[in-house]
């Protein structure tokens, strides 16, 4: 199996059954090998420099039912919020005196926040903070949107596939929804000059070696310049409240995987890897992450912004704990850098 994680070193692609060879069956020492070889390949490409991002959940307003999330709309016992224009540039702000360069705009598909609205906030945002990168993440929208908020001076857009399987995308979304729109979006979005980022949930109910095949073959594909993964958890007012939760050794492999097969990549060690161990997101870093995305949001509503239970987001994982974060990172003998951090191919 080692070779595999070779091969896909060496060339950047493997075929769909050598995909699935290395998915179905790993051993303890391909796992090994693949995150010391990711580890080398994050240092080769990017040094000892860790990129951050403030993340400013600015609605939970949602017109998806999707049955993993929290903040679903069938979800009554959410306690809905958006923040007002101000309140967004207000986290700026505050990220900006942090030492923060990219702002990304989370939040729900909240109807609310319309075209016109959103190219408001967008020209808002990049008035004040010219220097700064923004990174949208908000959802399915018409090419049409896209553009708009593309020529508003949005930089960034973050958009996971969640699965590249058509049946397990069935299972994991109600059937408005579907995995052929949702690719359509990710194009529109790499068309328009975005840097883009796909990715998908690790342990999300129905997922197999198959469906993860798929996954690979589509980041493989696509190309896009960043890629999230974290482990599914499951949220108590779901549909999947009853079901596992994702492994760490999977999301590190994956990891691992990803940063071979797209070595400059922008990764995120995620929240919910944070969530799932302490020290997952230095984890993550060790097995070829080189981004982390501390929370901007105003303390008040980072509770309503609960994706899945137990989101950390009352301690050092938010932006103020940002000196706490950095002695985390020395730890591991990296560093934060101001650095906007965009993609360079
Ligand atoms: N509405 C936006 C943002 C979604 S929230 C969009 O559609 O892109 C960001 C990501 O959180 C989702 O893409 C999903 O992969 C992840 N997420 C949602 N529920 C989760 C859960 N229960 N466990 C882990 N990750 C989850």
Redesign the pocket.
């Known amino acids: 199996m080692k070779e595999l994680v070779h091969k896909l070193y060496e060339e950047k692609k493997l075929s769909p059954e050598e995909f699935f060879r290395l998915l179905s069956d790993r051993t303890e020492q391909t796992e090994e090998y693949a995150e010391d070889l990711a580890d080398q390949v994050r240092k080769e490409n990017y040094g000892n420099v860790i990129f951050v991002r403030g993340l400013i959940e600015f609605t939970n307003y ?1 017109r ?1 039912d ?1 049955y ?4 679903r709309r069938s979800n009554h016992k959410a306690l809905r919020y958006r923040l007002s224009l101000e309140e967004i540039l207000d986290c700026c702000r505050e990220g900006y005196s942090l030492g923060f360069r990219t702002f990304v705009l ?4 909240d109807g609310y926040f319309a075209r016109d609205k959103m190219v408001e906030l967008i020209q808002a945002v990049k008035r004040e903070y010219p220097d700064c990168a923004l990174t949208l ?4 929208k018409s090419r049409e949107e896209y553009k708009a908020y593309r020529l508003a001076g949005a930089d960034r857009y ?3 596939h ?1 699965t590249a399987d058509e049946e397990h995308y069935r299972l994991l979304h109600p059937k408005e929804l579907s995995i052929a729109r949702r690719k359509e979006c990710l194009w529109n979005l790499k068309k328009l000059g975005f840097q883009t980022g796909a ?3 690790v342990g999300s109910p129905g997922q197999t070696a198959g469906t993860l095949t798929k996954d690979f073959l589509f980041l493989q594909e696509l190309q896009p310049q960043m890629v ?1 993964i ?6 108590k007012d ?1 549909p ?1 409240a009853k079901e596992k939760a ?1 492994l760490l050794r999977d999301t590190l492999f994956y990891l691992a995987l990803i940063r071979l097969m797209l070595p400059r990549v922008l990764l995120p060690a995620t929240t ?1 890897l944070g969530t799932i161990h302490p020290e997952g997101r230095e984890l993550g870093i060790r097995c070829g992450a080189n981004v982390v995305m501390p929370n901007l949001s105003p303390s008040k509503v980072r509770k309503k912004y609960m ?2 239970d137990n989101k950390i987001c009352t301690g050092e994982e938010g932006a103020e704990g940002i000196e706490d974060l950095k002695k985390r990172m020395e730890k591991i003998g990296c560093f934060i850098t101001a650095d906007r951090g965009d993609y360079k191919g």
């Open positions: 949602c998806n999707c993993y999330c929290g903040i989370q939040g729900g598909e993440s908000i959802g399915e973050l958009l996971r969640e990715g998908f949930m999230g974290g482990p599914f958890i499951p949220h779901t999947f994702g919910a994706l899945y």
